[in-house]
């Protein structure tokens, strides 16, 4: 039961190092999101990518943060020049087509990234 | 952008009781309403979703009530189990026609006692 696999599971880095997740969606899955959830907070919503496309990022911070899924391989989420903020845990989600009742997005385990 | 208020923020159930938690939402022309359930350490998993045009959806001991004109909807965990414990988040999409982009409230700790 291949689900959306992220990894790593827990990341640590010191700040201003570059932080880098991967997410492979579930299969037959062309649609990718990225979700982060901060401490005691609900999830918020980041960017939606198809392959080789981003149709919306705008839940994406303006600098540091970027992201791609490309034709071959895994979604990306590139944080770069980390600082404590970004400690958070980075979900990613993904469905079959653009997404309409009945046509749910499921969740990764997700990625707990810790900037010390 | 919408705005979703979910509560209460943590509830203690004993076993076999009801367990209910409510989410109010701002913007109206949506059709998908999840709630999901998340584990300690895991992601959210979908538990149950409802769309706008009925009141009640059940599902096994779980059931979303909707009350469109008040913009609520609520969660109840019937029969309510030790193996329930864990956060839940109700969700609304932040654009009609789409449900990719959604809005989470901010999730209830439900603790069931044994």
């Known amino acids: 039961n291949a689900g959306v696999m992220q990894n790593p599971r827990h990341l640590v880095r010191r700040r201003g190092q570059e932080a880098r997740l991967r997410c492979s969606p579930m299969?037959?899955?062309?649609?990718v999101y990225w979700y982060r959830q901060l401490p005691e907070e609900g999830l918020k919503f980041m960017v939606y990518?198809?392959?080789?496309?981003?149709?919306?990022e705008s839940g994406m911070p303006k600098e540091r943060f970027s992201a791609e899924f490309p034709k071959e391989g895994p979604s990306i989420l590139r944080i770069q020049q980390v600082v404590r903020g970004d400690s958070a845990a980075y979900f990613c989600a993904s469905s079959p087509s653009r997404t309409g009742f009945g046509n749910t997005i499921y969740f990764g385990e997700g990625s707990w990234l810790t900037v010390v | 952008q919408q705005q979703v208020k979910q509560s209460p923020q943590s509830l203690i159930v004993q076993k076999g009781g009801i367990s209910i938690i409510n989410c109010a939402y701002e913007?109206?022309?949506?059709?998908?309403f999840p709630w999901y359930q998340q584990f300690p350490g895991k992601g959210p998993a979908l538990l149950i979703a409802i769309r706008p045009d009925v009141s009640e959806k059940k599902e096994g001991r779980f059931t979303i009530s909707f009350n469109k004109s008040a913009k609520q909807f609520s969660l109840h965990i019937m029969d309510s189990q030790p193996g329930d414990s864990a956060t839940y988040f109700c969700a609304a999409p932040d654009s009609g026609g789409s449900n990719y982009k959604l809005t989470f409230g901010k999730g209830t700790l439900l603790t069931v006692n044994p």
């Open positions: 913007n109206t022309a949506f059709d998908y």
């Open positions: 990518l198809q392959k080789e496309n981003i149709i919306d």
């Open positions: 299969k037959g899955h062309s649609h």
